[in-house]
């Protein structure tokens, strides 16, 4: 088991930034991948970012060149910064760890919410 603890979401004005972490419980040196999903208010949880183990990573179309996802395993932490927030940011952020391929583990959630 693993247990991840998220940290860092808010409120924030249009246009500002936020910086969110997600520490687990144990080692995520040789985590498969991990990664932030969000799920707004009467829609499902989709990808925001996710970075394997080699390092790569991918976003969703809609924060590409906006958000960054980093990981520090040293720290057991995953990290997203998120700039040039838009209104249609605001959701409940998770953090993701994949050990394997199929098996994940799921965060709390945070919320974050852009104001107009």
């Known amino acids: 088991q693993v247990q991840l603890v998220e940290s860092g979401g808010g409120l924030v004005q249009a246009g500002g930034s936020l910086g969110l972490s997600c520490t687990a419980s144990?080692?995520?040196?040789?985590?498969?991948?991990m990664g932030w999903y969000r799920q707004a208010p009467g829609k499902q949880r989709e990808l925001v970012a996710v970075?394997?183990?080699?390092?790569?990573?991918t976003y969703a179309d809609s924060v590409k060149g906006r958000f960054t996802i980093s990981r520090d395993n040293a720290k057991n932490t995953v990290y997203l910064q998120m700039n040039s927030l838009k209104p249609e940011d605001t959701a409940v952020y998770y953090c993701?760890?994949?050990?394997?391929?199929?098996?994940?583990?799921w965060g709390k959630g945070t919320l974050v919410t852009v104001s107009s």
């Open positions: 993701n760890v994949r050990p394997l391929p199929g098996v994940d583990y």
């Open positions: 144990r080692s995520i040196r040789s985590a498969y991948a």
């Open positions: 970075i394997i183990s080699g390092g790569g990573t």
